[in-house]
Nanobody, 118 residues
């Protein structure tokens, strides 16, 4: 299972970015899909997740600003980030749990850097 994350970059406070994470490999079904982030000197934290049936959850500080979605036909999970703040600056990682012919597998993307600065 391979994950390819993209969409990070430099944005001014109040701006928006959309992260994408495409999943490839021998996949029977996509189950859990989520986004995490890790700021310099801090631990990795969960940002948002979406279940197979579309149920979502968000970390408190991003509620109302970030939206997670998935397109199962493209095996891709998205994170729309609006009203970005400097404290959102971090490396963002996608995480998925998928069903393969060999059982359930958890995989991480390589990380995409988001910098919010004027």
């Amino acid at each position: 299972v391979q994950l390819q994350a993209s969409g990070g970059g430099l944005v001014q406070p109040g701006g928006s970015l959309r992260l994408s994470c495409a999943v490839s490999g021998s996949i029977i079904s996509l189950n859990y899909m989520g986004w995490y982030r890790q700021a310099p000197g801090k631990q990795r934290e969960a940002v948002a997740s979406i279940s197979r049936d579309g149920a979502t959850s968000y970390e408190d500080s991003v509620k109302g600003r970030f939206t997670i979605s998935r397109d199962n036909t493209k095996s891709t999970v998205y994170l729309q980030m609006n009203s970005l703040r400097p404290e959102d600056t971090a490396a963002y990682f996608c995480n998925v749990i998928v069903r393969t012919p060999w059982g359930s597998r958890e995989s991480w993307g390589q990380g995409t850097l988001v910098t919010v600065s004027s």
